[in-house]
């Protein structure tokens, strides 16, 4: 999803289960950081910080760089 739509309205795209751990993923892992931080905030503020939320440092070409060089990078 586009960064500004989860920005404007971070609880959306939370799941309702404080158990799952989410995972934010870009293609360099400047937008996840950005994006795992509003989340953060809102999950703190509404949620009491209960949620596990982590981006994925390096996004998707630090995964095909690292953990699997087939990945296709766009």
Known sequence: MPL???LANAG???PDNDTV???ILCRLGNDSQTAADALRRFNRNI???KMSIQDVIGGLRAWTRDADP???EY
Request: hydrophobic share 20%; no cysteine.
């Open 4 to 6: 500004d739509e989860l």
């Open 12 to 14: 959306k795209y939370l």
């Open 21 to 23: 751990k989410t995972y």
């Open 47 to 49: 949620r009491g910080d």
């Open 70 to 72: 087939g990945f296709p």
